[in-house]
């Protein structure tokens, strides 16, 4: 069962806009945990496999995830040796994938 998003109050993004860190399980794909912190973070549901009770279903407005990145791109750079850093906008979010340890996700505020 991966883990909720928490806010991570070690972070600004100088908006007030709070920044959810998303610490992935170990048999995830890169793409699911950027999936599920998009879902923890916006309380939408993504993936439709996810229950979690309360959530908006958002497939229908939300984008596809190989729309705006390349999924196979962002696995390869994330499971690389080195520390690597992708930052994407996604379902109305900045999404920042560190590597294999977290993803980041700040919601963009309305204009």
Not at 59 to 64: N, S
Request: proline letters at 10%.
């Amino acid at each position: 069962m991966p883990d909720e998003a928490t806010p991570d109050t070690g972070r600004s993004t100088g908006e007030d806009s709070p920044t959810y860190e998303y610490n992935p399980d170990e048999d995830e794909t890169v793409i699911e945990s950027v999936l599920h912190a998009v879902e923890a973070a916006t309380d939408t549901r993504l993936l439709p496999s996810s229950r979690k009770p309360g959530a908006t279903a958002g497939r229908e407005r939300v984008r596809p995830l190989h729309d705006v990145v390349d999924p196979e791109a962002l696995a390869r750079l994330s499971s690389a040796a080195t520390e690597v850093r992708v930052t994407f906008p996604y379902a109305g979010c900045t999404v920042t994938v560190a590597g294999t340890d977290a993803v980041l996700v700040t919601e963009e505020s309305p204009p």
